[in-house]
T-cell receptor, first 117, second 109 residues
Framework: GAVVSQHPSWVICKSGTSVKIECRSL??????MFWYRQFPKQSLMLMAT?????????EQGVEKDKFLINHASLTLSTLTVTSAHPEDSSFYIC?????????????FGPGTRLTVL | GQNIDQPTEMTATEGAIVQINCTYQ??????LFWYQQHAGEAPTFLSY??LDGLEEKGRFSSFLSRSKGYSYLLLKELQMKDSASYLC??????????WGAGTKLIIKP
């Protein structure tokens, strides 16, 4: 199956700093990438949908100025958590849709665990 | 509104069979997905159904009834490694995935 990588796997930062998370599709072109957040023992929560070359579409309640998304190429999308606070501590997961696949499944990256002190 | 319902937790015995049910309500429908998620890891794809009926893939099978808004995931010959959360997700008319909260499956020896 298609492979999606995420970097870093985990990060610990001080409150007020910014953190950038990269999501890459390694063996396919992803016209659409998705960013999710998952708190402990809860389901995935879609934060935003990112299409290559255009602005991301944010879900209701997600601050676009706080969670900056850039999808500059067909294989890379980045999520920057600006001025992170302890309540932003979560498991952030990206997924990518293979536009050439017959099935509209999403391939998930391994996730990034963010801890804000 | 759009909604996915699945049980919070289930327990089964190693070697047995377990069925995880999922009901959905979405604006339009473009398929039903099942994902497996081990603790601390990202979800991995298990199955996709868009037509009514049963899809079998090894020890795992998935069933869909579009008229009833219902799906189930059937796991046979359970192994300890099958202990995980199983996420049901329906794709709406905008090709967005609507996620259930997941069913935590506990396998006992």
């Amino acid at each position: 199956g298609a492979v999606v990588s995420q970097h870093p796997s985990w990060v610990i930062c001080k409150s007020g700093t910014s953190v950038k998370i990269e999501c890459r599709s390694l063996d396919f072109q992803a016209t659409t990438m998705f960013w999710y957040r998952q708190f402990p023992k809860q389901s995935l929560m879609l934060m935003a949908t990112s299409n290559e070359g255009s602005k991301a579409t944010y879900e209701q309640g997600v601050e676009k100025d706080k969670f900056l998304i850039n999808h500059a190429s067909l294989t890379l999308s980045t999520l920057t958590v600006t001025s992170a606070h302890p309540e932003d501590s979560s498991f952030y997961i990206c997924s990518a849709r293979d536009g050439d696949s017959e099935v509209d499944e999403q391939f998930f990256g391994p996730g990034t665990r963010l801890t804000v002190l | 509104g759009q909604n996915i319902d699945q049980p919070t937790e289930m327990t089964a015995t190693e070697g047995a069979i377990v069925q995880i049910n999922c009901t959905y309500q979405t604006s339009g429908f473009n398929g039903l997905f099942w994902y497996q998620q081990h603790a601390g890891e990202a979800p991995t794809f298990l199955s996709y159904n868009v037509l009514d009926g049963l899809e079998e893939k090894g020890r795992f099978s998935s069933f869909l009834s579009r008229s009833k808004g219902y799906s189930y995931l059937l796991l046979k010959e359970l192994q300890m490694k099958d202990s995980a959360s199983y996420l049901c997700a329906a794709m709406d008319s905008n090709y967005q995935l609507i996620w259930g909260a997941g069913t935590k499956l506990i396998i006992k020896p």
